[in-house]
């Protein structure tokens, strides 16, 4: 599946960071923090996949749930999961805000 428009970019970026809270466990030693990062990166997971599609009814909700979490993620630096991760999920996300914006505000 090739991300077509900034709907379909913002949606590769939601996927990629999806994957990464997926992963995240792995390199917490699978403790509690890592662990409740799968779910999240399940949701994230599924969103990215239905903008990919071109769901466009999806991207209002996601822009709202990504810039939660993605300020949740900015507040957990530090923590359980290591900073590097941390630093790409969110950059991953921002990238994935900012498509969506583009997105939002040109229909």
Same mark, same amino acid.
């Given at each position: 599946?090739?991300?077509?428009?900034?709907?379909g970019w913002a949606g590769l970026f939601i996927l990629i960071s999806g994957i990464l809270h997926i992963v995240a466990p792995v390199f917490t030693g699978?403790?509690?923090?890592? !662990?409740?990062l799968v779910p999240i990166g399940i949701v994230y997971a599924l969103l990215g996949w239905g903008l990919m599609r071109g769901w466009s009814r999806l991207?209002?909700?996601t822009y709202l749930i990504v810039l939660i979490l993605v300020l949740m993620a900015f507040g957990s630096m530090g923590g359980a999961?290591?900073?590097? !991760?941390t630093g790409l999920i969110i950059a991953?996300?921002?990238a994935g805000l900012v498509a969506l914006f583009l997105y939002i505000w040109r229909k």
């Open positions: 599946m090739k991300p077509q428009g900034m709907l699978f403790s509690a923090a890592g !662990l409740q991207a209002c909700a999961v290591p900073i590097w !991760l991953a996300d921002v």
